[in-house]
């Protein structure tokens, strides 16, 4: 349960911090050459939005497989940590 949490939390951040990127993108390119295209800023909005859910998307599918790996690692150090103490 805390995994799933843990997870809708980054991802809803990775989706702000894509968004917020793609603001600053855009104010910075209107800043400099006094221009503004709104299908540019869309097109920059969505991909920003979409790279952050899909990469987002990815870590959390590998997040509870390297938890659970980690797990069973030091499942097995443990192990080994008592077999070498008797």
Not at 4 to 27: E, H, K, N, W, Y
Not at 66 to 71: E, F, I, K, P, W
Request: glycine share 2%.
């Amino acid at each position: 349960m805390r995994i799933v949490f843990l997870t809708r939390r980054v991802q809803a951040q990775a989706l702000v911090v894509g968004q917020l990127a793609a603001v600053f993108a855009i104010v910075l390119s209107w800043i400099t050459q006094w221009k503004f295209d709104v299908r540019h800023c869309l097109l920059l909005c969505t991909s920003s939005v979409l790279t952050a859910a899909i990469a987002s998307f990815i870590l959390s599918t590998l997040m509870p497989r390297s938890l659970t790996t980690t797990s069973s690692f030091l499942l097995l150090l443990r192990l080994l940590v008592l077999l070498v103490e008797r």
